[in-house]
T-cell receptor, first 110, second 112 residues
Framework: GIQVEQSPPDLILQEGANSTLRCNFS?????LQWFHQNPWGQLINLFY???GTKQNGRLSATTVATERYSLLYISSSQTTDSGVYFCAVIMDTGRRALTFGSGTRLQVQP | DVKVTQSSRYLVKRTGEKVFLECVQDMDHENMFWYRQDPGLGLRLIYF???????EKGDIPEGYSVSREKKERFSLILESASTNQTSMYLCASLGPIGTEAFFGQGTRLTVV
């Protein structure tokens, strides 16, 4: 099946710093989503971005489908940005279900 | 606002009990999923369903079954709960190609 790799696995930032999270995937996809898992465990949708670039406030994401990677940018980080960020994809062929990366655990310190 | 609702946020059950985890979505999605999340193992797919009364095994179906009698509801069943099924369970729904998936709030199940 498809492989999804996220880096870095852990990231510690000071409040106000910027960061870039990366997601590499091994096959063509028709769905790529970024999620933030809150302290209660719920997965919050950040971006649906199988290709192209999107922005939502301090967050933006870019997916280069031909090179099989996606980047999530967090600017001017806040303590409330802390948590685990997941990338998940659905392959063009095969089963229509999300395969997740192992996540990036972000800690923003005041 | 789109909604996937899981019946319980926290659940404690005894070994050997039959356990039902319920998930309801209001988006008229064809596809629904059950995942479990464990430290160090990430999110793993247990079962999914493409349509009413249809089900497909995911990567870790052993010890679980599912039921989809109505389009909006997808149930995960632990026939005889065991301590190694203590985990966080997440339900999701997904529409056609070109749309995004949404998750419920999760159920933390503890089997004692």
């Amino acid at each position: 099946g498809i492989q999804v790799e996220q880096s870095p696995p852990d990231l510690i930032l000071q409040e106000g710093a910027n960061s870039t999270l990366r997601c590499n995937f091994s096959d063509s996809v028709n769905n790529l989503q970024w999620f933030h898992q809150n302290p209660w465990g719920q997965l919050i949708n950040l971006f649906y971005i199988p290709s192209g670039t999107k922005q939502n406030g301090r967050l933006s994401a870019t997916t280069v489908a031909t090179e099989r990677y996606s980047l999530l940018y967090i600017s001017s980080s806040q303590t409330t940005d802390s948590g685990v960020y997941f990338c998940a994809v659905i392959m063009d062929t095969g089963r229509r279900a999300l395969t997740f990366g192992s996540g990036t655990r972000l800690q923003v310190q005041p | 606002d789109v909604k996937v609702t899981q019946s319980s946020r926290y659940l404690v059950k005894r070994t050997g009990e039959k356990v039902f985890l319920e998930c309801v979505q209001d988006m008229d999605h064809e596809n629904m999923f059950w995942y479990r999340q464990d430290p160090g193992l990430g999110l793993r797919l247990i079962y999914f369903s493409y349509d009413v009364k249809m089900k497909e095994k995911g990567d870790i179906p052993e010890g679980y079954s599912v039921s989809r009698e109505k389009k909006e509801r997808f149930s995960l069943i632990l026939e005889s709960a065991s301590t190694n099924q203590t985990s966080m369970y997440l339900c999701a729904s997904l529409g056609p190609i070109g749309t995004e998936a949404f998750f419920g709030q999760g159920t933390r199940l503890t089997v004692v």
